[in-house]
């Protein structure tokens, strides 16, 4: 069975701080594809990052790091000296190999993210 | 701004009205997908189109009837619907459905709300 699992449900921080989201997946495909989405108040899920099975290199893009690891199933999300625009709700999502001729998502619950001045 | 375009942004309907949502994408993308988020929740899937074909209906009531007329439209008819189907629903887009590495790429998003 796919699932994604995004254990905290809301996380409340001070401006400046760092901050680590939780994403721990369960999959028996040996070819995978995980992501990382925000979704602001406006609605729209921005998509950030895609990472295969296949590398487990960190990834850094400005304040934001990802952190995969294959042994714990996770794929973890950190940012560094929030702001409060990073606030939003942000999903892990597990893409499977396609079923049906066509790709499927499945998403963690979420973590909305709040960021306080 | 979204690549992926959707009107309206809002609607209110009653129970025995027929309206239709609309979804626009420019970016050559050949697959195109409908989601239900309700609130504090994830996106649902709810219709893939993939090369303008139907291929995953996820045993949505009828009273929902997706379209996609041309590879960069895809439309949603509503029908009678009920007051549990007010949610915001989505729709995306992605390079070629039958690949599992291709992100998604959302609209904002139609705020139904059902009378």
């Known amino acids: 069975a796919q699932k994604v699992t995004q254990a905290q449900t809301e996380i409340s921080v001070v401006e400046k701080e760092d901050v680590t989201l939780d994403c721990v997946y369960e999959?028996?495909?040996?070819?995978?594809?995980l992501f990382w989405y925000k979704q602001p108040p406006s609605g729209e899920l921005v998509f950030l990052i895609r990472?295969?099975?296949?590398?487990?290199q960190n990834e850094i893009s400005g304040r934001y790091s990802w952190n995969f690891q294959k042994s714990t199933s996770s794929f973890n999300f950190t940012i560094t000296a929030s702001q409060v625009v990073d606030s939003a709700v942000y999903f892990c999502?597990?893409?499977?190999?396609?079923?049906?001729?066509?790709?499927?998502?499945?998403f963690g619950q979420g973590t909305r993210l709040t960021i306080n001045p | 701004d979204t690549e992926v375009t959707q009107t309206p942004k809002h609607l209110v309907m009653g129970m025995t009205n027929k309206k239709s949502l609309k979804c626009e994408q420019h970016?050559?993308?050949?697959?195109m997908y409908w989601y239900k988020q309700k609130a504090k929740k994830p996106p649902e899937l709810m219709f893939v189109?993939?090369?303008?074909?139907?291929?995953i209906n996820e045993s949505v009531p009828s009273r929902f009837s997706p379209e996609c007329p041309n590879s960069s439209l895809l439309n949603l008819h509503l029908h009678a619907l009920q007051p549990e189907d007010s949610a915001l629903y989505l729709c995306?887009?992605?390079?070629?459905?039958?690949?599992?590495?291709?992100?998604?790429?959302f609209g904002d998003g139609t705020r139904l709300s059902i009378l």
């Open positions: 995306a887009s992605s390079q070629d459905g039958r690949a599992s590495n291709q992100p998604q790429h």
């Open positions: 999959t028996r495909d040996t070819t995978y594809y």
């Open positions: 990472r295969n099975s296949f590398d487990e």
């Open positions: 999502a597990l893409s499977r190999r396609p079923i049906q001729g066509a790709q499927k998502l499945v």
């Open positions: 970016m050559g993308h050949r697959a």
């Open positions: 189109y993939s090369y303008e074909k139907l291929s």
